[in-house]
């Protein structure tokens, strides 16, 4: 059974860029989130994709976007990046079964993306 | 809105002594909860969750969590704690209705000393 896997490992951007992260769910996963930790912090939920449709999400600027793709593999793209912005981005899968409220959907959370922004 | 306080930010346990961490939620219902570990430079690992039934869970590492409804507490537990338990712990809640996402403290870090 292959783990959530995150690329890159670490990025250095510049504010007023954009950037791309990659997320590569579990096997048999179906939905994937993200979340944003701040350093110090606990991570903040940004998004959630079922099914390719985002499902759900946080206190986050239009900036910040996603994508799901068939394989249920994900991106989040950050638009126009603030030095806020700087942090550990984790994506987490889970299975969700249609029509099931799946019980918090036990999420298994990749080892993130250092998102360093200067 | 539901929240997660975890009013320690460190704590220092010697190796073999017990280890409570606290953790205290605001939400309108009984909410799902969970605790998770994160090793430096690694993604969060679930240690245990609770969504109902017996309050006294019992999760991997030798690690318990105890829900007590009338506290709005989730203590975390670990009777004899090892070197290899240092990390920091986050204690999170997702909601009993709804799409599902999960809400984190801020963190506990431990640290372990000979």
């Known amino acids: 059974e292959t783990g959530v896997t995150q690329s890159p490992t670490h990025l250095i951007k510049t504010r007023g860029q954009q950037v791309t992260l990659r997320c590569s769910s579990q096997?048999?996963?179906?939905?994937v989130s993200w979340y944003q930790q701040a350093l110090g912090q606990g991570p903040q939920f940004i998004f959630q994709y079922y099914r390719e449709e985002e499902n759900g999400r946080g206190n986050f600027p239009p900036r910040f976007s996603g994508l799901q793709f068939p394989n249920y593999s994900s991106e989040l793209n950050v638009n126009a990046l603030e030095l806020d912005d700087s942090a550990l981005y984790l994506c987490?899968?889970?299975?969700?079964?249609?029509?099931?409220?799946?019980?918090?959907?036990?999420?298994?959370f990749g080892p993130g993306t250092r998102l360093t922004v200067t | 809105a539901q929240s997660v306080t975890q009013p320690d930010i460190h704590i220092t346990v010697s190796e073999g002594a017990s280890l409570e961490l606290r953790c205290n939620y605001s939400y309108g219902a009984t909410p799902y909860l969970f605790w998770y570990v994160q090793s430096p430079g690694q993604g969060l690992q679930l240690l245990l969750k609770?969504?109902?039934?017996?309050?006294l869970v019992q999760g991997i590492k030798g690690f318990e969590a105890e829900f007590k409804r009338s506290q709005s507490s989730f203590n975390l537990r670990k009777p004899s704690v090892h070197w290899s338990d240092a990390a920091e712990y986050f204690c999170a809640v997702a909601p009993s209705s709804g799409y599902s996402t999960l809400t984190f403290g801020k963190g506990t870090m431990l640290l372990v000393s000979p």
């Open positions: 096997s048999g996963h179906n939905t």
């Open positions: 987490a899968s889970s299975k969700k079964l249609a029509g099931v409220r799946s019980v918090a959907d036990e999420q298994y």
């Open positions: 609770y969504f109902s039934g017996d309050t």
